[in-house]
């Protein structure tokens, strides 16, 4: 009897941290709430060495089961997601539509498990829609990106923007409804990109397929942070429930309160020689600088960050991933280990979460914007493609939680604007009005993953459902 009281959710990520780090989150505030959930991993994302993630009453763990590629050779090519992503995608897609099956008739016939009921699937795969409701499950596409991101990605599936943009558009602004008036360079890179992959493109616009056709659907965000345009979204599809910001440690519940990580990384983070290297610096005082796990800037880019750093004269934590480290000028790190610490991979969370930050240099991915919201830390952005310019279009002038750098003529961020924008969000004349807003923002994060906030009753209210179905 107890077996069908229990909801069990198989959940699909896409295998980039990005994409992973909200999918586990979200996972374990479902497990946490009394649902077991199942979590696929497939090269890059291994299973091996995975300590257990804990999210829920009792000890409870997210389970993993683990996709497998027929053949080594196989694998080997195909798990190199961002050298070959269509390929990547392609050969993932058969894997799931072959072994998802498997996985949840496994768990049926399981004495320790319980029926699958409901696939949790990252909004890239449209397609799962179909899995889903060949075996019988809810479906339930996961957003990772903004609302206002997602809503342009779906004004262009609708037809009613063209992506890329028409030459002569290029200085046009962009209205559409929900949203503020969009300069081109405010819309996602793709728009202006020419040499943008036609494949990502396509896809993009293919979350919106069939997505009205979903049980549930769920964005990372929280209705108090987009309020504009989630209301509107929410008055065309009321399936749409935000369920964010997914960060650990922002909970009142005991149990994820002193969570600091999301769990499963696809890079070994320094952990222990950040912590002892911010303990050591003033409140407020650092700088740190990340672009996340895809980013590859330019040499001349790295090289004009890297001086701007320096020029600022503040301390600074720099996470600069192994295959980008030898775009730092020569001789950068031996000039600067007075001021500075440039480590592969940071414990981003516990970083942005120490009182010694002061100001966070980043690209602007989803997850880093979330993260730096939540825990009220102002913002310089510097976004490289994809959502990230619109995000910092929100940073700076829709939440005023920061400025975003500007370009010269060449398309480059100088050391010189580096380094303004840095003192200003520090220092300068608008710095304690980013600071309060940095704050209002942190509150209203917590007050919406809270027990009776937003995205926490949105959260009740679906695991209610799945118990109930
Ligand atoms: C990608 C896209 O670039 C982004 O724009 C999109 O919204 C999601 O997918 P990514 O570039 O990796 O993601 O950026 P982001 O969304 O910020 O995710 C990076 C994650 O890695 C964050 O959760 C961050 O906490 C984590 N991180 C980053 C670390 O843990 N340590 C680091 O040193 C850097």
């Not at 409870?60 to 992503?85: A, H, Y």
């Not at 730092?328 to 790190?333: D, K, T, V, Y």
Request: glycine fraction near 6%.
């Amino acid at each position: 009897m107890e077996k069908q009281e229990r909801g069990h959710i198989v959940a699909l990520p896409l295998p980039a941290q990005g994409h992973v780090n909200p999918m586990i989150q979200f996972s374990k505030r479902l497990i946490s709430k009394g649902l077991k959930l199942t979590l696929i991993t497939v090269p890059p994302l291994e299973m091996d060495n995975i300590p257990p993630i804990q999210a829920g009453v009792g000890g409870e763990t997210i389970g993993f089961e683990r996709l497998s590629f027929p053949t080594k050779e196989e694998e080997g090519v195909s798990s190199d997601i961002q050298g070959n992503f269509q390929s990547y995608y392609k050969q993932f897609r058969q894997l799931v539509s072959i072994q998802l099956p498997q996985i949840v008739e496994k768990h049926k016939n399981m004495q320790a498990s319980y029926p699958v009921s409901c696939l949790l699937y990252d909004s890239h795969f449209p397609w799962a829609l179909d899995v889903a409701k060949q075996l019988g499950l809810a479906a339930a596409p996961l957003f990772t990106q903004s609302c206002a991101v997602n809503t342009i990605h779906y004004n262009v599936h609708q037809g009613l923007l063209r992506i890329p943009l028409r030459e002569d558009q290029d200085e046009a602004l962009v209205c559409m409804a929900g949203l503020p008036r969009l300069e081109i360079f405010d819309l996602p890179s793709f728009f202006y990109d020419r040499e943008a992959d036609p494949f990502i493109l396509a896809l993009l616009a293919s979350q919106f397929s069939n997505f009205a056709e979903a049980d549930f659907i769920f964005v990372n965000t929280f209705d108090s942070l987009e309020e504009q345009v989630v209301s509107w979204a929410a008055r065309q599809w009321p399936a749409i429930k935000n369920i964010g910001p997914t960060i650990p440690s922002m909970y009142l519940d005991k149990r994820l309160k002193d969570d600091k990580d999301y769990g499963l990384s696809l890079f070994k983070p320094e952990a222990d020689i950040c912590r002892k290297w911010l303990d050591s610096k003033g409140d407020a005082s650092v700088v740190y600088v990340a672009f996340g796990s895809m980013a590859t800037l330019g040499e001349e880019q790295m090289e004009e960050i890297a001086w701007g750093l320096k020029r600022s004269e503040r301390p600074f934590l720099w996470a600069v991933r192994e295959s980008e480290l030898k775009k730092l000028p020569r001789n950068f790190i031996e000039e600067t280990t007075e001021k500075g610490l440039v480590v592969p991979w940071c414990p981003q969370l516990e970083v942005l979460a120490h009182e010694a930050v002061g100001c966070f240099v980043t690209h602007c991915g989803w997850n880093s914007t979330l993260e730096a919201l939540s825990l009220g830390v102002p913002m310089v952005a510097v976004p490289y493609w994809s959502d990230q310019p619109t995000n910092a279009k929100f940073v700076m002038d829709v939440w005023r939680v920061g400025l975003r750098a500007k370009l010269n003529k060449r398309g480059i961020v100088t050391r010189e604007e580096v380094e303004l924008c840095i003192k200003e969000v520090m220092e300068g004349e608008s710095s304690l009005e980013i600071k309060r807003n940095s704050e209002k923002l942190k509150v209203m994060a917590r007050e919406a993953v809270d027990e009776g906030g937003s995205s926490d009753n949105n959260i009740q209210q679906f695991v209610n459902k799945l118990v109930c179905a």
